[in-house]
């Protein structure tokens, strides 16, 4: 029974190991961003000190009776860049990411709250809810960054963080 416990314990790390040192990083709440996973070029044309891309990512199988999906949220380090290593900006990118973590949440429960009523309209179906949820994420986005002057303004970078945190432990 240990050595069991020890080999699941090694494969473990060696897993947990292995998703860290490729393109993407999968949220999680022990895992914080550090400078080293912005591995992009950044764009010296652009206006912006850094760019974090998170995406959400949804599979969806389905057939005449059920369906099942998988939603996860993701960091690309290899296009994510910064020109700049405050730790404040540091806390505003995560921000982000911390965001992208909550509307994965929501497309989750929009799916499992979805009604199943003809398979021949799920594909379309979800892929509203995706952009529908997206939008909203969107404009969440938006108002950060311009509440927190992208994470100029102190005390607003400090009240979206704590904000962020509350709704991640919901």
């Known amino acids: 029974m240990k050595i069991a416990i020890f080999v699941f314990t090694i494969s473990l790390v060696f897993t947990f190991n292995k998703a860290f040192s490729q393109d993407t990083i999968h949220?999680?709440?022990?895992?914080?961003?550090?400078?080293?996973?912005?591995?992009?070029?950044?764009?010296?044309?652009?206006?912006?000190?850094?760019?974090?891309?998170?995406?959400?990512?949804?599979?969806?199988?389905?057939?005449?009776?059920?369906?099942?999906?998988?939603?996860?949220c993701v960091f690309y380090k290899k296009k994510s860049w910064s020109k700049s290593k405050s730790g404040n900006l540091l806390r505003h990118e995560q921000?982000?990411?911390?965001?992208?973590?909550?509307?994965?949440?929501?497309?989750?429960?929009?799916?499992?709250?979805?009604?199943?009523?003809?398979?021949?309209?799920?594909?379309?179906?979800?892929?509203?809810?995706?952009?529908?949820?997206?939008?909203e994420r969107d404009k969440v986005n938006t108002m950060y960054d311009k509440e927190t002057n992208f994470s100029i303004n102190k005390e607003k970078q400090v009240y979206w963080s704590k904000r962020i945190a509350k709704e991640l432990l919901k």
């Open 27 to 72: 949220w999680s709440p022990c895992y914080k961003l550090k400078w080293e996973d912005f591995q992009g070029t950044p764009d010296t044309t652009s206006k912006f000190k850094a760019v974090s891309a998170a995406s959400i990512n949804y599979t969806l199988t389905n057939d005449e009776k059920s369906f099942s999906y998988n939603v996860i």
């Open 95 to 135: 921000g982000h990411f911390d965001l992208a973590e909550l509307f994965a949440r929501k497309l989750r429960q929009a799916f499992k709250n979805y009604k199943f009523n003809n398979p021949a309209t799920i594909q379309n179906d979800f892929k509203q809810i995706a952009k529908d949820i997206r939008s």
